[in-house]
């Protein structure tokens, strides 16, 4: 089996690719060779002699069609700008964002002309796509509304999907990710940033800025999740989606100050007392047009999981890249 990660170089990426390689397999078939893509070249995997990694820059003329050149059989679609980034700068959000997804989809079908060819794909949607008015609990039939151009990008990647799929072109899924919490390393661009930021730095003995207030309530998931949602997308059986290629992903809809409290058991008070309230209008005003809480019964009804705590959320964070070992 042939794979493809498109985004290989992000967080996400990083730990999928850690994941195929432990495993050696992916739907009952041996992973023969690995394709990882991002704007930067990703690491060289060590030990596995079949990988090619390379830089590229999905929006640009040819690169996607030189991306499924060897005609992957999986195609796991990670790369975005995120969320403040795709506001901040509109012409390179919808660059990288649509265009960098229609050319991918675009160059599979180009590729299934000269002979059979139907990959699955695997897209990581958000839970942008969705906006106010707002219940307290979204279900699975409530109606795309994106309020950021970012959730708009991804609602028509969600689009083009279904149709290529409808078409026969690809076998795809799309998986609407909750904020993934906490993310290891430096802060990036995306609005959501401090959700993490508030445990992360804490736990290593470093201040961090909080925001917005803690009554903010949001949806989440760690990375340990977020991986297994795209294993299980890449191997389940796509036949009982029909055409509603999408699905929010279960997650715990959990407050700031709910997460501040999680941290308080897990690390104490001095880790607490680094947390600085710092009000933010602009990412106020973005974060209060975000979804809360979801059923998500249709993606538990097809065996997708993720924490019912946040407790669990930190000390999976802690024994992932602390080592179990808290300052």
């Known amino acids: 089996m042939k794979i493809l990660v498109v985004g290989a170089a992000g967080m996400v990426g990083r730990k999928l690719v850690a994941s ?3 495993r050696g397999h992916l739907g009952g078939r041996d992973i023969e060779a690995l394709i990882l893509a991002d704007i930067v070249a990703p690491e060289t995997p060590k030990g596995f002699l079949s990988a090619k990694t390379l830089a590229i820059d999905l929006s640009a003329p040819g690169s ?6 060897d005609r992957p059989d999986v195609i796991f679609h990670l790369a975005a700008i995120v969320s403040g980034e795709a506001e901040a700068d509109f012409d390179k959000g919808y660059r990288i964002n649509l265009d960098g ?5 675009e160059a599979i079908r180009q590729a299934g002309q000269a002979a059979p060819y139907r990959p699955r794909l695997v897209f990581t949607s958000s839970i942008a796509v969705f906006g106010e008015p707002l219940p307290a609990e ?10 950021t151009s970012y959730g708009t990008q991804k609602a028509i990647g969600e689009l083009l999907l279904a149709d290529y799929s409808r078409r026969g072109f690809v076998d795809g899924i799309g998986i609407r990710l909750p ?6 390393g430096k802060p990036n661009k995306a609005a959501s940033g401090f959700f993490s930021g508030i ?3 804490p736990l290593a003995g470093i201040e961090a800025v909080l925001p917005v207030s803690e009554d903010v309530r949001h949806w989440f998931a760690s990375p340990r999740a977020a991986v297994a949602f795209l294993l299980q997308a890449a191997e389940m059986d796509t036949a009982p989606l029909g055409q509603r290629r999408s699905l929010t992903m279960p997650g715990l809809a959990a407050t700031v100050g709910e997460e501040i409290a999680a941290l308080r058991r897990v690390a104490g008070d001095k880790a607490v007392a680094l947390i600085r309230h710092e009000p933010d209008p602009v990412i106020a005003g973005i974060v209060a047009g975000w979804p809360q809480a979801f059923t998500a019964n249709r993606a538990r009804a097809l065996g997708f999981s993720a924490e019912h705590s946040f407790d669990e959320i930190i000390r999976a964070h802690v024994d992932d890249e602390l080592g179990s070992k808290l300052r």
């Open 138 to 147: 979204i279900p699975d039939e409530f109606m795309l509304t994106p309020l």
């Open 64 to 69: 996607a069609a030189a991306l499924v050149a």
């Open 199 to 201: 445990i992360r730095e």
């Open 179 to 184: 904020t993934i919490a906490i993310r290891p």
């Open 101 to 105: 997804t229609r050319h991918l989809l």
């Open 20 to 22: 195929l390689l432990a």
